[in-house]
């Protein structure tokens, strides 16, 4: 059985600009997960996972090699890139966790304004970049994905999706995470 | 929910099989994964899965041969195929093995995880539509014939041979032995027995309305014909038409009713315009139509194309033996109607039903069983309940030393104890009317 000073979640940046991460963004999710969030910079290099056919890095493998060389523990660990990810079956991903695990990761590629033509927005950026990061972390704790398209849980298909939801978990989530917790 | 709902994922593809089963699992599902299409058979039949995405180009056993042995063996899971090479061809034959779908890899989110709510949304509307129909397949085993005797059992031999085709059945039998029972009988074991049963007592059709009630009519076609109205013809198509009491239909309509047999269209009343029909007719029938035949007042024609097949239904007194069956039932039905206690019959008061002639047959039976339900005090009817029938059969005395109004005095008595002295009643058990009946109780000084 874990200490609990061992649960605790850690933000882990690749090549990923640090100052969108708020302080704002640590004390939610905090709130949310009930355990210390930490920032590390790990040792990661993202070539390997690159297709050069899509032009985008493939997620599962990436957490695949990232699981392999890391030693198991209680935290939740979530990557953070800004390259563009893809699974094989489909034509892109927000990002990728795995359920009741302890890795997920998150791109911040879809959710900048700039893909789709816009002026940058760095506010925009970070609600739905915390927004992704609890629903990916949620999946950490076995959450799965909610009807309820104002919860966090709720599957994004679009930033529009994104925009439209919270970033807290609906009451139903909520519980089932208090469960876990 | 959706952890209830069971995907297999079949691809060589290890990358492939791992990352679409953590994406389907973040929305609830239970995933499973194989391979090889050797590995996906084994798997299935051990267990029961809702759909299956197949990957086309595997070793061995590829996917499309996967697929056409899921639709000979496993015909009820879902099969989305995927292929990471788009090919017309390869799609236009999985379609044609019966495929649910085709995908390309890679898919689009939205689209994919959309057509998973669709599959499962079907499956549910399937599951439903089999529950519904298996519920209305055990309400319709309630409308069946009563009965051990081998008279009932021969009715119901020939109800089970008859219902599949699509034959006319005329069905004959005394008033109240339960010909609408057998012909609903017919309807529901048929192919049709999902489309209406329309019934048609022709003897209770007003004279002036029988032809729009059966035809129906277009609006303004006569006085008072506000709306258009389909008539009964056009309400049992594509299912079954009874025809009760078919022998008081009279000449005209018999000549209108034939033609709509031969030629299996209608046309309204006001209108040119014929309309097609398509139904299965029943008939039936307390007169001997045989007779009415050769009397000249029932044609002959639509005789015969009624009476393909015949089915006559015995009175009551010649199946006593199925008295005990039916008066359980109608206690039973009747408890469950009122929720009153009543368990049963006394083996007394059991006797009295079999020894009663019921000339009203399996009605009137069923009404004396109500009327002794309603009176009863405790759980089991007893010969109190049943005081208004007569304590016993009265043997007709036809000693030749007696002359004929001695004789119809005495049958006249016998028959009025047996209805209680309900002069309605007595007086269609002896086939007269009522003041001729009041008359000869005068003349014989019968009283109550």
């Not at chain 2, 009988?185 to 059966?214: K, M, N, Q, T």
Request: charged share 30%.
């Amino acid at each position: 059985m874990a200490s609990k000073s061992e649960e605790k979640i850690i933000l882990a940046p690749v090549h990923f600009p640090k100052e969108i991460l708020s302080r704002h963004l640590f004390e939610t999710l905090e709130t949310i997960f009930k355990r210390p969030v930490y920032i590390a910079s790990p040792k990661l290099d993202l070539h390997p996972f690159f297709d050069p056919a899509r032009d985008q890095y493939q997620s599962t493998a990436i957490l695949k090699h990232f699981i392999k060389t890391t030693p198991r523990g209680e935290s939740k660990i979530c990557l953070l890139v800004k390259e563009d990810l893809f699974i094989p079956v489909l034509t892109f991903v927000f990002g990728e966790a795995h359920m009741y695990g302890q890795f997920a990761i998150v791109s911040s590629h879809r959710l900048r304004e700039q893909f789709y033509m816009r002026e940058e927005n760095l506010k925009l950026l970070e609600q739905r970049l915390l927004k992704e990061i609890v629903h990916e972390l949620g999946h950490t704790f076995g959450l799965v994905h909610c009807m309820d398209d104002r919860c966090v849980m709720h599957n994004s298909y679009t930033v529009e999706d994104t925009d439209h939801k919270n970033v807290y978990p609906c009451e139903v989530c909520f519980a089932k995470l208090d469960e876990v917790l | 929910m959706n952890e209830n709902v069971k995907i297999l994922i079949v691809d060589d593809e290890l990358i492939v099989r791992e990352s679409m089963k953590g994406w389907l699992e973040e929305d609830g599902y239970h995933v499973e994964v194989a391979e090889t299409a050797e590995a996906a058979l084994g798997m299935i039949g051990e267990k029961e899965f809702d759909m299956a995405f197949v990957d086309i180009k595997m070793p061995g056993i590829d996917g499309i041969e996967l697929l056409k042995r899921l639709k000979d063996q496993y015909s009820t899971i879902d099969v989305v195929m995927m292929t990471a090479y788009a090919s017309v061809d390869n799609a236009v034959e999985a379609m044609k093995v019966g495929a649910y779908d085709y995908l390309t890899k890679p898919f689009d989110p939205d689209y994919v995880s959309m057509m998973v709510r669709k599959i499962i949304a079907r499956r549910q509307l399937e599951q439903e539509n089999v529950r519904l129909k298996e519920n209305i397949e055990t309400a319709l085993k309630h409308v069946h014939i009563i009965g051990e005797s081998p008279a009932i059992k021969a009715i119901l031999k020939q109800v089970e041979e008859v219902a599949v085709s699509d034959t006319s059945v005329l069905i004959g039998g005394e008033s109240g032995t339960g010909k609408e029972m057998v012909a609903r009988a017919i309807h529901y074991a048929s192919p049709r027995r999902f489309e209406p049963l329309v019934v048609v007592s022709c003897g209770a059709l007003p004279e002036g309305l029988v032809e729009s009630e059966l035809f129906g009519y277009e609006r303004g076609a006569f006085t008072g014909a506000f709306y258009k109205k389909k008539g009964k013809f056009e309400a049992a198509n594509g299912g079954t038409l009874f025809l009760d009491e078919i022998g008081e239909l009279n000449a005209k309509m018999q000549v209108d009713l034939l033609r709509v047999l031969q030629e299996r269209e209608i046309t309204r009343i006001g209108s040119n315009k014929s309309i097609k029909v398509d139904f299965r007719v029943l008939a039936a029938s307390n007169r001997n139509l045989k007779e009415m035949v050769e009397e000249g007042t029932f044609r002959e024609d639509l005789f015969y194309r009624l009476n393909v097949f015949n089915i006559h239904v015995p009175p009551l007194r010649e199946r006593v033996e199925d008295i005990p069956l039916l008066v359980e039932y109608f206690i039973s039905m009747l408890r469950r109607q009122t929720g009153k206690q009543v368990e049963g019959i006394t083996a007394q008061a059991l006797n009295k039903l079999k020894q009663h002639g019921w000339p009203g047959n399996v009605r009137e039976l069923q009404n004396a069983v109500e009327r002794a339900f309603v009176t009863a005090k405790g759980k089991l009817i007893t010969t109190e309940e049943l005081a208004f029938l007569a304590p016993e059969k009265i043997p007709v005395v036809t000693s030749p030393s007696l002359s004929l109004a001695e004789i119809e005095k005495m049958h006249i008595e016998n028959v009025l104890k047996e209805c209680d002295y309900n002069i309605s009643m007595g007086a269609k058990v002896l086939g007269i009317d009522r003041t001729t009946l009041y008359n000869k109780m005068k003349k014989y000084g019968i009283e109550k």
